[in-house]
């Protein structure tokens, strides 16, 4: 996160959070993680070690692939209060400091409260589905793009998933702003 944070700082930009259902198949009580070549259940494989320690994450491997939907659409409710960057800290510290199941509604409830959301309000519309349609739309704008992983990124006409180091941001947006600039230059002459 503090990579994106500093990309807002050096560029001046807005950027935008949206769900990305990894594993849409997860059944709603999560399954066991099977972990990556190279990592335990103390020590991240390459090269998420290397990103996580430069951008200052503290990352654990979880032991569960969590059902994710619940936690997506909380991440909707949180965006139209206004709590987006509080909630999603939030849920990512849980599964990825703290082993917990970001599909526990229990777990979810702990971080919007935290986050200043309204409990109440937002258990009424994980329960009726509110935000349901919005996350499966989002999630299918993705799939048509190429996005198959998290986190994706779409930089102007530039699209790329995956954890990355802070100089391929820095890389993307410096060709976005020359491109930028030489079209409106040719747009003036």
Excluded at 41 to 69: C, N, Q, V
């Amino acid at each position: 996160m503090s990579r994106l944070d500093k990309l807002q700082e050096e560029f001046d930009i807005d950027i935008q959070g949206r769900p990305y259902l990894l594993r849409p198949g997860t059944p709603k009580e999560g399954k066991p993680r099977e972990p990556r070549s190279g990592e335990s259940p103390d020590h991240l494989s390459e090269p998420l070690k290397g990103y996580a320690e430069e951008a200052g994450l503290i990352m654990r491997p979880p032991t569960k692939t969590p059902y994710t939907m619940y936690a997506l659409e909380a991440t909707e409710y949180a965006k139209e209060q206004g709590c987006f960057e509080a909630f999603h800290r939030l849920m990512y510290r849980a599964v990825w400091e703290h082993g917990k199941d970001i599909g526990d509604l229990d777990v979810i409830r702990e971080a919007a409260e935290e986050a200043g959301l309204n409990w109440p309000e937002l258990e009424g519309k994980l329960k009726s589905r509110s935000y349901e349609a919005v996350v499966m739309d989002q999630y299918r704008q993705a799939m048509d793009i190429g996005i198959e992983g998290v986190p994706g990124f779409v930089i102007g006409n530039y699209m790329f998933t995956g954890a990355q180091p802070y100089h391929v941001f820095q890389d993307v947006m410096n060709k976005v702003l020359d491109e930028s600039l030489n079209s409106t230059q040719e747009g003036e002459g």
